[in-house]
């Protein structure tokens, strides 16, 4: 067995355990988060959860918005979704045809092919008055399963060495050329479980409440 299936089974068999679960945000984070952006938790409307994995990272803020969905290619997080209450939705096609007061994209940017791409189908996905609440995690170091030398097709310009300069300049982007405008924002600590050798694995995350750019 190589290593990258192996890492793979790993994972599969740690998600069926309930084991390496993440943590980034708690249901009041959530709140005063959507607040300071003037938005609020209104109670009603959709959240959906793009690249949710089991759903532990989102299911807490989930619960401000009457309706939750989700995408994700994993088969057996699916399962664990569908079981957690979320509506799955195609994983090409989610953005379209139906739009959200909440679109999730909780450190997936970093891990998935096409981030600029994933942007564009969320601007399509945001209800009137709606947001994009994201997560990344700083320093920028994108990282795909899928692809042979595990580099994505579109990179994010980010620019800068420290935590503070790749915040600006992300943010300068998504306003200049992805066309959100930031609205709140906070550092936390990205929590995994740990295993034999650490009790827990953490890194910075900086999360994000954008708003689309009128046009």
């Given at each position: 067995m190589t290593g990258s299936l192996a890492e793979k089974v790993l994972y599969v068999v740690d998600r069926w355990l309930g084991r390496g679960s993440m943590f980034v945000l708690s249901e009041a984070q959530a709140r005063a988060l959507l607040q300071r952006a003037n938005v609020g938790s209104r109670g009603f409307g959709a959240v959906v959860d793009v690249g949710a994995g089991d759903g532990e990272v989102?299911?807490?803020?989930?619960?401000?918005?009457?309706?939750?969905?989700?995408?994700?290619?994993?088969?057996?997080?699916?399962?664990?979704?569908?079981?957690?209450?979320?509506?799955?939705l195609d994983t090409e096609d989610w953005w379209r045809g139906q739009q959200f007061e909440c679109v999730c994209m909780l450190n997936l940017l970093d891990r998935c092919t096409k981030p600029r791409s994933m942007l564009r189908q969320a601007k399509y996905a945001i209800a009137p008055g709606g947001v994009l609440l994201l997560a990344l995690v700083l320093p920028y170091k994108p990282y795909v399963e899928v692809t042979a030398d595990h580099k994505p097709e579109e990179r994010l310009p980010i620019d800068g060495v420290t935590f503070e300069d790749q915040l600006s300049s992300f943010a300068r982007w998504m306003r200049t050329e992805a066309g959100f405008e930031l609205c709140a924002w906070s550092r936390v600590p990205y929590l995994c479980e740990g295993d034999f050798s650490q009790a827990y694995y953490w890194l910075d995350d900086s999360v994000y409440v954008f708003k689309p750019i009128a046009i």
């Open positions: 989102s299911r807490r803020l989930a619960r401000l918005y009457e309706n939750k969905y989700a995408t994700e290619i994993s088969s057996c997080m699916r399962k664990s979704l569908a079981g957690k209450g979320y509506t799955l």
